[in-house]
Every structure is written in C-alpha cells, then in structure tokens.
C-alpha cells in the first residue's frame, strides 16, 4: 500500500482531485480508506468537494467516507464546497443529503453558512436558504 507522496497524498487524493470515480473505487476494492489524510488532514472528500468531483464524492460517500471530516483548519468537505462552488449547487446538495452540518464552524469561528453569506460575486447562500442561523 502507497504511504503517500511529500505532502502524505494517496493516489486516492489525487483520483478525488481528477473525479476519476472507476480509480476511486479500485483503490478502494484494493483496501485503502475512503477518508485517508494528508499532511494537513484533508480527505478525498476535500479534493472532490474543492474540485467539484461530483461523481468522485458519490463513490467517497457510498464507501463511508466521512462527510463533516476536519482538515488541520477545522474546515470540512462542505466548507471546501461552499467556498469554491463558483455558484454551483450540487456538490453543496450532494453533502447536505448526506448529513453535512452547515453550522459547523472551523478553527476560525467560520460556519459554512456564515461563508455563503460572505461570498458576494456568486449567489451561494441560496444552498442554506433553509438553515437557521
């Protein structure tokens, strides 16, 4: 099993950053975990909620992946969506369905709420129109 390149990535991390789903999966059969870290605790699931992995996410998240795991800043998966979603929607949905906690707050205070509501050049607070908050 690969212990990771200098920065403690997998070839899974770079599979989610490529939204290669069918390399997702045989790593997966070939035993490695779905919520592998690096040196700064991100998962998969970061990478292919940054890079907007739609179909990367779907194989993370039916393989157990952890959907509210803390990078070294506190930020989840979400958080990553929500601050790169460029306006985009489905990967923020696709969290949210599958337990992602809009209200969690990294280690700077920051909801991924609050973050919606800051990012003003794309009408991201639209995905937490529902949330209280």
Do not use: W
């Not at 699931?45 to 998240?61: I, N, P, Q, S, T």
């Amino acid at each position: 099993m690969n212990t990771g390149d200098e920065f403690g990535r997998k070839p899974i991390h770079y599979a989610a950053l490529e939204d290669d789903a069918v390399s997702i999966s045989r790593l997966l059969g070939e035993g490695e975990s779905p919520d592998s870290r690096d040196n700064k605790g991100f998962t998969p699931l970061h990478f292919a909620a940054r890079e907007f992995a739609l179909r990367a996410a779907e194989v993370l998240l039916s393989a157990g992946a952890a959907v509210d795991a803390e990078d070294v800043f506190g930020n989840t998966p979400l958080g990553e969506a929500t601050f790169n979603s460029k306006g985009r929607g489905e990967m923020i949905g696709l969290l949210r369905a599958h337990g992602a906690d809009p209200l969690h707050a990294n280690k700077s205070g920051q909801t991924c709420l609050g973050l919606s509501r800051l990012i003003a050049n794309y009408p991201v607070a639209r995905f937490f129109a529902d949330v209280q908050g």
